[in-house]
């Protein structure tokens, strides 16, 4: 049983940067495809980012484009979420997930499949900028 915790949420003003990092147990690291998923008050779970398990693939939500990086260490079972640029509306918590298969690309299926098609789940990390 794959378990996730993520860390680096925090309170930032429009503009700044953060790093939040997820760290894996219990499971094959190496071989999953992880996720950044995001929920806001009275929002939906929206997708954000995905990274294949040898970083060949990946994959952004509309909203992160250009300001976003997703990365990951296999030798550290640790995923990254470089945020750039971050606007008011990027506050929510920010879940760390991971699927034991290959996920199919945002476009062609939505982020409500990718959250469904998830197996592990972190339990999230506050991230709430001001304007």
């Known amino acids: 049983q794959g378990q996730l915790v993520e860390s680096g949420g925090g309170l930032v003003q429009a503009g700044a940067s953060l790093r939040l990092s997820c760290v894996a147990s219990?499971?094959?690291?190496?071989?999953?495809?992880m996720g950044w998923f995001r929920q806001a008050p009275g929002k939906e779970r929206e997708f954000v980012a995905t990274?294949?398990?040898?970083?060949?693939?990946?994959d952004y939500g509309d909203s992160v484009k250009g300001r976003f990086t997703v990365s990951r260490d296999n030798a550290r079972n640790t995923v990254y979420l470089q945020m750039n640029n971050l606007e008011p509306e990027d506050t929510a918590v920010y879940y760390c997930?991971?699927?034991?298969?290959?996920?199919?690309?945002?476009?062609?299926?939505?982020?409500?499949?990718?959250?469904?098609?998830?197996?592990?789940w972190g339990k999230g990390t506050r991230v709430t900028v001001s304007a």
């Open positions: 997930a991971a699927s034991t298969s290959p996920v199919p690309p945002f476009s062609a299926v939505g982020g409500e499949a990718l959250v469904r098609g998830m197996d592990y």
């Open positions: 219990g499971g094959s690291f190496g071989s999953w495809t």
């Open positions: 990274i294949n398990w040898n970083s060949n693939y990946i």
